[in-house]
C-alpha cells in the first residue's frame, strides 16, 4: 500500500501535486534543486490552499498544519530511499530528465514506481534508464491539480500490467480519474493541445486578433473554461516551447515548428503567469 510518495521539482505542477497528494492523507516528501526553490513551494502551497479550502469540501475539513506537516521539504535525495512511489515534474528538457532518474536509480528500492509527469518526452526512453523498467509509466497531470480530474496515464514499452494498475489505483486514491493512452510523442492532450496554442500564437502574430479576442473565441464559441493563451500562460511559455520543440524533433513534421513570436517571448523573459507577463498581465 503507497503511503509515502516523492514529488521531484517544487515548481507550479510539483508543488500543486504536492499538495494535493497531502489532502488526501499521504506522505510527501518534495524536492528540489535549492533552498529557494523549496521556499517558494512551501509559500505557494499554503496560498493554495487558502484557496483550496473555498471551493473543495475535504479541503475545508483541513488546517494549515494537517497539510503542511505531512509534506517533507527538502534539496536532498535522502528521504527518497522510503517512498514508495516517485512523481517526477521536472521541466521538459532531457539532460534534466536524464540526470533525475540516474540519480533516484542510486536511491530508491527495487519495489520503487516511477511516474513521469511530461507532456511530450517518450516513457520508453526515461525507462531505458532505470534497474526496473517496467515499473516507470507517465502521468500527465492537469493544470492547476487539485481542481483537475483527468491524469493522462502512460503506458512506455516495458510497462506492466502490474504497474499500469498500481498507478490507476493510486490517482483513483485522491479522485483522479485515469485515461490510458500508448506512449507516442506528445500522447494525445499535448499532441493535439500544443499545436491548437501554437496556432493561437500564429493568430496574434499575424494580427489576425489580440490575445483576448482569440481567448474569448474558445471560451464562449466552443466553450472551454480557459482560452488557449490563458494555458500557455498558466503552463509556462518555456514549457510550450520546449514541447513544441520535442514534437517538431520527434515527428520531423513543420506542423509543429514554434511560432517565432513565442521564441521572441520566451527570450524576453515573458513566461506567463510565473513571470507576471505572458500574453496577459499578472499581480503577485
Known amino acids: ?5 516523492g514529488v521531484v521539482g517544487a515548481g507550479v505542477m510539483g508543488s500543486d501535486v504536492a499538495l ?3 489532502c488526501y492523507g499521504y506522505e510527501v516528501v518534495l524536492k528540489d534543486i535549492s533552498e529557494d526553490a ?3 513551494a512551501k509559500e505557494k502551497i ?3 490552499f487558502r484557496l483550496l479550502k473555498m471551493v473543495k469540501p475535504r479541503a475545508k475539513q483541513l488546517t494549515m498544519e494537517d497539510v503542511i506537516d505531512r509534506i517533507t521539504f527538502t534539496t536532498s535525495y535522502e528521504d527518497f530511499e522510503r517512498v514508495q512511489f516517485v512523481i517526477e515534474n521536472v521541466t521538459e528538457d532531457w539532460e534534466q530528465k536524464k540526470t533525475v532518474y540516474t540519480e533516484l536509480a542510486e536511491v530508491c528500492g527495487m519495489q520503487t514506481y516511477y511516474a513521469v509527469n511530461t ?8 525507462a531505458a534508464l532505470m534497474p526496473r523498467p517496467d515499473n516507470v509509466i507517465g502521468m500527465h497531470f492537469m493544470n492547476p491539480v ?5 491524469v493522462e496515464v502512460i503506458r512506455g514499452e516495458h510497462t506492466s500490467d502490474e504497474t499500469v494498475a498500481c498507478g490507476e489505483q493510486f490517482l483513483k486514491s485522491f479522485d483522479k480519474v485515469p485515461v490510458v493512452v500508448n506512449d507516442f510523442p506528445g500522447f494525445v492532450t499535448n499532441r493535439v493541445l500544443m499545436l491548437t496554442i501554437n496556432e493561437c500564437v500564429w ?5 489576425v486578433a489580440e490575445p483576448q479576442d482569440v481567448d474569448k473565441i474558445f471560451r ?3 466553450g472551454h473554461k480557459m482560452g488557449p493563451l490563458a494555458t500557455c500562460d498558466l503552463i509556462g511559455l518555456d514549457t510550450i516551447l520546449n514541447s513544441l520543440l520535442v514534437l517538431y524533433d520527434s515527428y520531423k513534421d513543420p506542423k509543429f515548428r514554434p511560432c517565432p513570436l513565442l521564441v521572441k517571448m520566451v527570450d524576453a523573459g515573458y513566461l506567463g503567469k510565473k513571470s507576471g507577463k505572458g500574453f496577459f498581465e499578472y499581480s503577485f
Open 119 to 126: 507532456s511530450c518526452i517518450s516513457i520508453t526512453k526515461v
Open 20 to 22: 494535493d497528494l497531502a
Open 38 to 40: 523549496v521556499r517558494r
Open 220 to 222: 464562449l464559441g466552443f
Open 46 to 48: 499554503r496560498t493554495d
Open 146 to 150: 487539485p481542481m483537475k480530474e483527468l
Open 203 to 207: 493568430a496574434v502574430q499575424d494580427r
Open 1 to 5: 500500500m503507497i503511503q509515502t510518495v
